[in-house]
């Protein structure tokens, strides 16, 4: 699973007051969204493990060509 920060609730208010300005005019709207967005990971990984799934997540950030030899340690060292 990639995630992003905002959307998987990855990071603290303060960032996302600076880097998604424009969601916050909708607070509400946003707060149970993000909610949603929570409980749909959780069930889904509960899934995956129910099934006897290896699930790995990968956050946008690390997704960077600054990050990426990191990422791909940390995706050879899931795969072994």
Same mark, same amino acid.
């Given at each position: ?7 998987? @609730? #990855? ?22 969204? %993000?909610? @949603? ?9 509960? #899934? ?19 990050? @990426? ?5 940390? %995706?050879?060292?899931? %795969? @072994?």
């Amino acid at each position: 699973m990639c995630a992003g920060f905002y959307m998987h @609730r #990855a990071t603290d208010s303060a960032f996302i007051a600076k880097i998604y300005p424009a969601l916050l005019t909708n607070a509400s709207y946003w707060s149970n969204k %993000l909610v @949603r967005n929570q409980l749909r990971d959780q069930v889904t990984m509960s #899934a995956l493990t129910g099934m006897n799934w290896s699930y790995l997540i990968v956050w946008e950030c690390e997704a960077t060509n600054a990050g @990426r030899c990191a990422l791909l340690a940390k %995706l050879v060292e899931f %795969l @072994r």
